[in-house]
């Protein structure tokens, strides 16, 4: 079993920064990658911003410039660190894990999300 778990959401005034973090724990062998994604009400989960193991980043074209992943899959911790925060980047923000339990075994795991308001 493998347990992902975000903290540092909350409410942020526009303009402002918060500052994600995540963990992964359990039965890991390795991890392929780790990442942040988002979702609005009545609307599918999407990517925001994801740090892969070759230390390769990957962002939305609707937080570039702003939004910051990072992370250390050797302590499986994954960071975003989010900066002139709009009210559009209000959602739950969740934690994907990308793990291998074992050499051959990869499996997506997700923390339980945390909530994210920009608001005035």
């Known amino acids: 079993q493998v347990q992902v778990v975000e903290s540092g959401g909350g409410l942020v005034r526009p303009g402002g920064s918060l500052r994600l973090s995540c963990v992964a724990s359990?039965?890991?062998?390795?991890?392929?990658?780790m990442g942040w994604y988002r979702q609005f009400p009545g609307k599918e989960r999407e990517l925001v911003a994801r740090?892969?193991?070759?230390?390769?980043?990957e962002y939305a074209d609707s937080v570039k410039g702003r939004f910051t992943v990072s992370g250390d899959t050797a302590k499986n911790t994954v960071y975003l660190q989010m900066t002139s925060l709009e009210p559009a980047d209000t959602a739950v923000y969740y934690c994907?894990?990308?793990?291998?339990?074992?050499?051959?075994?990869?499996?997506?795991?997700w923390g339980q999300g945390t909530q994210v308001t920009v608001s005035s």
């Open positions: 359990g039965s890991i062998f390795s991890i392929n990658s």
């Open positions: 740090y892969i193991h070759s230390g390769r980043t």
């Open positions: 994907n894990a990308a793990v291998y339990a074992s050499r051959f075994s990869l499996g997506d795991y």
